[in-house]
């Protein structure tokens, strides 16, 4: 998307950017049934929380759950318990409900109970998984287990106010809740979660909440997001990451809770320029400078980075988006054999491991962010044979898409698009202008009814900082919130600047949480300071 109207060479230079979810991780975790909350009546997806509940217990004097059943085991483990700083590393995003007690242990064994619903399939992958966080999975009835994982389909074990911020989530797929207890004997973990990335998120949060790698501490968390995607747009001019940068980036986007990333750079030429309908080299590439603004030339991508990003996200709960802009270099007609060449190009992607998609019609000829009335029909016609074709060879998959007009309006493009698309096709927009500094929900309401659907927010941000024009009620009508920095778009390209990097913590704690983030500015304030504080390594 060409940003019109700023100098992004002359904005300033710091920043930020940023989990087991598309791999099938239902089975993973045991299921991840859907927790039964007993009487409560389940609420909406994207609840509005009561702000009056307690959300944590900076005291850390009592924990609020009852203690699970013993292990059957008679004896076990003996674990040096230890006595955490009363103020360790905060999770962050800040969870909802948070209380983090002062013993802890270092575990080299994990164990999860037995499962009727989880086959050895799924014990693999988690078997993965915990070795990539240093730790050895045992079997459930292995008594050198040091930390136990029991999940439960509902977290009674939770005290007044804790379940209470678990009711009012109601059936939100990622809300979970863990609650941690440490003995000389073992570490006991009572899980709950809304779905298989749920159940991520509760057991990376009960590995975070110490600070330490393998430091498991005494602690009940209770959270749940707004939004229901929280995603990250790679999505700018000039250079094309590096495999190293994606995969830093994709790893703390994971940690930040964040849950989707779109591959759609504006100079990769097996994507957007002259050569999408090429397959991907494997190998090295050669190293290019495609400038800024025209691509001019196009950068060539390894094959090898494009697994290597799918791996790595598929790890951290991440969907990836694959983007191919096959209106941008070329007049694609709309005919068997004009859309032909995007199912084939969907086909050699899938090969590589890929299963979402994107379709990109931005910057593809006329004003930018504008559309021409009379391509929307045609637009719509191929975007909704794709999606067809995505839903055929990938069960439960909707496409993405940008159409020619994707800022300003609503006009006779959008309402033309709208009328003709598919429902299931998520659509994207930058707001009321390119780069939209302040955004309300008064500007989504007509736009929303012009695509005929709640679009999502590619979100061009071109500032420092501050989150201070997004309220929290666009949550409740956007289908999801996608952040594409363009801070340095054409000075060194990031996020090697660091820019992305200061605002992505910010960025992934407004998604998760907007209501607490936009409560005031000393809130807002409070999220970059904490997250330039945790230091964690930019690419």
């Not at 000039?238 to 591959?263: A, I, P």
Request: proline share 9%; hydrophobic share 40%; with cysteine.
């Amino acid at each position: 998307m060409r940003h019109s109207g700023y100098d992004l060479e002359n904005l300033a230079s710091f920043g930020w950017v940023a989990s087991l979810a598309g791999i099938g991780l239902c089975t993973l975790f045991l299921g991840c049934v859907n927790p039964t909350p007993g009487p409560t009546t389940p609420g909406p997806t994207t609840p509005t929380l009561d702000p009056s509940l307690p959300r944590d217990d900076p005291a850390g004097t009592e924990n609020p759950i009852q203690p699970p059943p013993q292990d059957v085991c008679a004896s076990g483990p003996s674990l040096l318990l230890v006595t955490i700083p009363s103020a360790p590393r905060p999770l962050y995003p800040s969870p909802r409900f948070s209380w983090i007690g002062k013993l802890a242990a270092d575990v080299a064994k994990v164990c999860i109970e037995q499962s009727a619903t989880l086959p050895g399939e799924a014990r693999a992958q988690l078997a993965a998984y915990a070795a990539s966080q240093g730790l050895t999975t045992v079997d459930a009835l292995d008594c050198s287990c040091e930390w136990r994982i029991r999940p439960d389909a509902s977290p009674s074990w939770l005290g007044s106010d804790a379940a209470a911020i678990w009711n009012q989530a109601g059936a939100n797929p990622e809300r979970y809740a863990f609650s941690t207890t440490a003995a000389a004997s073992g570490v006991s973990t009572s899980v709950a979660a809304g779905s298989p990335r749920a159940m991520f998120y509760a057991l990376s949060s009960a590995l975070l909440a110490s600070g330490q790698p393998k430091r498991i501490v005494e602690a009940t968390v209770v959270d749940t997001p707004s939004f229901r995607i929280r995603g990250f747009v790679e999505g700018t001019y000039g250079s094309v990451w590096t495999k190293n940068q994606r995969s830093t980036l994709l790893q703390t986007m994971g940690r930040l809770r964040m849950n989707t990333y779109v591959y759609g750079p504006k100079c990769d030429c097996y994507a957007t320029q002259d050569r999408w309908r090429d397959g991907y080299p494997a190998g090295a590439v050669q190293d290019v400078d495609p400038g800024c603004g025209d691509c001019s030339p196009c950068q060539p991508v390894s094959g090898d980075d494009i697994r290597e990003a799918v791996r790595i996200a598929e790890a951290n709960g991440i969907d990836f988006i694959w983007a191919v802009s096959p209106f941008q270099r070329s007049v694609l007609r709309y005919d068997r054999e004009g859309v032909t060449p995007v199912l084939r190009k969907i086909d050699a992607m899938r090969a590589m491991g890929v299963h979402r998609f994107a379709v990109f019609i931005d910057d593809s000829g006329g004003e930018a962010g504008r559309g021409n009335a009379q391509d929307a029909s045609t637009h719509a016609a191929v975007l909704n044979d794709v999606h067809r074709y995505v839903e055929s060879v990938e069960p439960g998959a909707h496409l993405l898409a940008v159409g020619a007009g994707y800022a300003f309006g609503p006009d006779s493009y959008t309402d033309t698009l709208g009328q003709n698309l598919d429902p299931e096709i998520e659509v994207m927009w930058t707001g009321p202008q390119i780069v939209s500094e302040v955004l309300t929900v008064a500007h989504f309401t007509p736009v929303n009814a012009s695509f005929r659907r709640q679009v999502s927010l590619w979100d061009n941000w071109a500032w420092e900082e501050f989150f201070s024009g997004h309220p929290a009620g666009l949550a409740q009508v956007l289908t999801g919130t996608y952040l594409n920095p363009v801070l340095s778009e054409c000075v060194g390209h990031p996020p090697s600047t660091g820019n992305q990097w200061r605002i992505l913590g910010p960025a992934a704690d407004y998604a998760w949480n907007p209501e607490r983030f936009a409560a005031s500015s000393a809130a807002e304030r409070t999220s970059y300071d904490a997250w330039a504080a945790r230091g964690e390594p930019a690419p």
